[in-house]
């Protein structure tokens, strides 16, 4: 693939991404879009639960298998190295689209808060919520995360290397704000269906499990740096852990 089509590529696929991922506000909080996650024709329980299931499986599948290590090296023996991260990110994103597509509703009501006071401030965390992952990928390499730092130094001929290991912002206080936005967004809602409980439960089960593989593949990669960082910062919550050096004084 010559520098300009890579480019091009790379463009394409974070635009999809930013489209996915757009979408998923409105999605999840059911506005502006035309397809959210309590619309569109229902189904019987056990048909939905299915296919539901189905659609969240095959993106954590996606997810697992292509952010390997291991799976990378075979991949880039198909595919460039240079757009390994937006076929990536392609791939997550079309998964995505296809949820929103086929998503069947569950409009059984599990909580509904209609005091208005207390609507605004849930609607406020949901919107806190999805500002967190955005920020917070700002706070790494947001173009590398989403591959077009790899297709535009390609392009000028410049050889590629991993941003180095820092602990910008969120990332002194937790070691894995992305996710906890990510958490707060699928939580934070006056109006919780079953749909969408399903949805919050089983994306948040994922995370978690999630989070080992990656540690371990960051442990691999980076060494002592991240296992120091790992046993002095918290991984979602603010503050829950102490230091090893008060630990070792407890």
Known sequence: MNRALSLLYGVVCYVVFLYAFLYAIGFLGNRVVPKSIDSGPESSLALSLVV???LLGLFA?????????????????????????????LFASLLLLLLYWQWRPLPGVIWSVQQPTAQTLLWGIFFLGWLIVLLSTYMVDHFDLFGLRQVWLYFRGREYHHPRFQTKSLYRCI????????????WATPHMTVGHLLFAVATTGYILIGIQFEE??????????????????PMLIPFSKKRHAQDDKA
């Open 52 to 54: 539901n299931l189905i």
């Open 61 to 89: 599948v996606q997810h697992t298998i292509m952010a390997r290590p291991a799976f990378k090296r075979w991949w880039t023996k198909i595919v460039p190295a240079q757009v390994e991260r937006s076929t990536f990110v």
């Open 175 to 186: 070691r894995h704000p992305i996710m906890l936005g990510f958490i707060v967004a699928f």
């Open 216 to 233: 371990r593949d960051l442990v691999n990669y980076l060494g002592k740096d991240y296992d120091d960082y790992r046993h002095r910062v």
